[in-house]
């Protein structure tokens, strides 16, 4: 069954440094997302992604977030100077349709920041 | 703003028991509404959405109902299992999914 596969499963890093988390969606799925989940917390949105530019972001997406599509089987989110309060896990999602579509996640991204 | 809400917020039974998780949700203009289940550390697996036309879902031992009306949507889990413990969550699209604080639900033998 064709799943959602994220890279690294557990990033260790240093405040202050950059960070880039990967996600393979499944295949002939067109919207994308970025959710985190700060420990004992909800999971929240982040980012949307379609057609190879942002659909919408929250609050939280910063100037130190961004995503991207490097080709046509990746999507990338890049934190540019790690925060404490960034560590978190971090979930991507793929969706075949837009708003009525089932959103599937990957298994998540743990980023620890020191 | 899309708030949703869970309860109860923990749930402990007995293997065998026919439960009931609740999800209420504020705003009613929802495209669909997705549970999904989280095992400690891991991710979220869907287990069943919820259309905005549709009433209710059914998978398995699992069965969802949605009143947008009245901006609720129920989990109802049939015969409960040990392997049925780990947090529930309910998320509400109106074009993002808005989720809720989710329940944690413990089984016992």
């Known amino acids: 069954e064709p799943e959602v596969t994220q890279t690294p499963s557990h990033q260790v890093t240093q405040m202050g440094q950059e960070v880039i988390l990967r996600c393979v969606p499944i295949?002939?799925?067109?919207?994308f997302y970025w959710y985190r989940q700060i420990l004992g917390q909800k999971v929240e949105f982040l980012v949307s992604?379609?057609?190879?530019?942002?659909?919408?972001k929250s609050e939280i997406f910063d100037d130190q977030f961004s995503v991207e599509r490097p080709d046509g089987s990746n999507f990338t989110l890049k934190i540019r100077s790690t925060k404490l309060e960034d560590s978190a896990m971090y979930f991507c999602?793929?969706?075949?349709?837009?708003?009525?579509?089932?959103?599937?996640f990957g298994e998540g991204s743990r980023l620890t920041v020191l | 703003k899309q708030e949703v809400t869970q309860i109860p917020a923990a749930l402990s039974v007995p293997e065998g028991e026919n439960l009931v998780l609740n999800c209420s949700f504020t705003?009613?203009?929802?495209?669909?509404l997705q549970w999904f289940r989280q095992d400690p550390g891991k991710g979220l697996t869907s287990l069943l959405l919820?259309?905005?036309?549709?009433r209710e879902q059914t998978s398995g031992r699992l069965n969802a109902s949605l009143d947008k009306s009245s901006g609720r949507s129920t989990l109802y889990i049939a015969a409960s299992q040990p392997g049925d413990s780990a947090t529930y969550l309910c998320?509400?699209?109106?074009?993002?999914?808005?989720f809720g604080t989710g329940t944690r639900l413990q089984v016992f033998p």
């Open positions: 705003d009613s203009a929802i495209y669909n």
């Open positions: 919820i259309q905005s036309s549709q």
């Open positions: 998320a509400g699209n109106t074009d993002k999914l808005i």
């Open positions: 999602a793929s969706s075949s349709l837009l708003n009525t579509g089932e959103l599937f």
């Open positions: 992604f379609y057609n190879n530019e942002i659909s919408e």
């Open positions: 295949s002939n799925h067109l919207y």
